[in-house]
């Protein structure tokens, strides 16, 4: 990031926009000073996905498709496609207007929950237009036979070794 102080006024803006932007690449002045800042963007991606860790992405940005992506995309034989939540800390301002009578509004930051349901073709153009921040939030909830494929598994890591001696014990004799 680019870090501009003017006088009272401070504008920070990511590095790769001021060099493809000419309107963001200003002259500078007498006792402006200038700071480039390192500062990670990452979001976390956990659930029912192929890899769930926190992961970087450019300053400049990335979609939620991108992200998903980035992530492995959601595990085929665990996720509900249904089940995509992303987490995030929203200005009161945008809160108001989603639900003017939220009674979180008393904070500058609120948390909002938003669900995607990618089995709609909607959400898949909806997961190409909207923008991660730093530090955002994607849950992929399990499908629902999930648990019971758990349930199956354990009941056959107990039952298959009783099966296997009952089967060596009948040949045996």
Same mark, same amino acid.
């Given at each position: 990031?680019?870090?501009?102080?003017?006088? %009272?006024?401070?504008?920070?803006?990511?590095?790769?926009?001021?060099?493809?932007?000419?309107?963001?690449?200003?002259?500078?002045? %007498?006792?402006?000073?200038?700071?480039? #800042?390192?500062?990670?963007?990452?979001?976390?991606? #956990?659930?029912?996905?192929?890899?769930?860790?926190?992961?970087?992405?450019?300053?400049?940005?990335?979609?939620?498709?991108?992200?998903?992506?980035?992530?492995?995309?959601?595990?085929?034989?665990?996720?509900?496609?249904?089940?995509?939540?992303?987490?995030?800390?929203?200005?009161?301002?945008?809160?108001?207007?989603?639900?003017?009578?939220?009674?979180?509004?008393?904070?500058?930051?609120?948390?909002?929950?938003?669900?995607?349901?990618?089995?709609?073709?909607?959400?898949?153009?909806?997961?190409?237009?909207?923008?991660?921040?730093?530090?955002?939030?994607?849950?992929?909830?399990?499908?629902?036979?999930?648990?019971?494929?758990?349930?199956?598994?354990?009941?056959?890591?107990?039952?298959? %070794?009783?099966?296997?001696?009952?089967?060596?014990?009948?040949?045996?004799?």
């Amino acid at each position: 990031f680019v870090r501009l102080s003017r006088g %009272p006024v401070t504008a920070t803006v990511p590095l790769t926009t001021v060099v493809s932007n000419p309107r963001e690449n200003i002259y500078l002045r %007498p006792n402006d000073v200038l700071t480039l #800042v390192r500062d990670p963007q990452t979001f976390i991606a #956990v659930g029912a996905l192929g890899n769930s860790t926190e992961l970087p992405f450019q300053a400049d940005g990335i979609t939620l498709a991108q992200a998903l992506a980035k992530a492995r995309g959601l595990s085929d034989f665990a996720a509900d496609p249904a089940g995509t939540f992303i987490f995030r800390f929203e200005p009161a301002s945008v809160v108001r207007r989603l639900s003017p009578g939220s009674k979180l509004l008393g904070t500058p930051l609120v948390p909002v929950v938003y669900r995607i349901d990618m089995r709609d073709p909607n959400s898949l153009f909806v997961s190409q237009a909207f923008r991660m921040r730093n530090r955002d939030l994607i849950y992929v909830s399990n499908a629902p036979f999930t648990e019971v494929q758990k349930v199956l598994t354990a009941f056959n890591g107990v039952t298959g %070794p009783v099966a296997s001696a009952a089967t060596a014990y009948a040949y045996a004799k």
